[in-house]
């Protein structure tokens, strides 16, 4: 069963950046969209941002200006590059890939933005 395999979370400084990045376990799938999504503390899961596989991008509000999200179709691998991190981006972030046969989820990775 494949699952989806993220990294690069951490506590980092307000203002400072991160990378993240979530690939499949194997190989074999071509995800039709592939994105981030986030929850904090007693807030619902909100989008931050997505990539379809003709490289077309969405943010949310949460992530514009700030966040970029990128993939390498080769490597069947997305990435997250924050930047200008603030306090209320501390979240879990989760990784979403989905195609017509599966809708799959990783395990999340937390992120702390603290001085």
């Known amino acids: 069963q494949v699952r989806l395999v993220e990294s690069g979370g951490g506590l980092v400084q307000p203002g400072g950046s991160l990378r993240l990045s979530c690939a499949p376990s194997?190989?074999?799938?071509?995800?039709?969209?592939m994105g981030w999504y986030r929850q904090a503390p007693g807030k619902q899961r909100e989008l931050v941002a997505g990539?379809?596989?003709?490289?077309?991008?969405n943010y949310g509000d949460c992530a514009k200006g700030r966040f970029t999200i990128s993939r390498d179709n080769a490597k069947n691998t997305v990435y997250l590059q924050m930047n200008s991190l603030k306090p209320e981006d501390t979240a879990v972030y989760y990784c979403?890939?989905?195609?017509?046969?599966?809708?799959?989820w990783g395990q999340g990775t937390q992120v702390t933005v603290s001085s």
């Open positions: 979403n890939a989905r195609d017509f046969l599966n809708n799959l």
């Open positions: 194997r190989s074999g799938f071509s995800f039709n969209f």
């Open positions: 990539v379809r596989n003709g490289g077309s991008t």
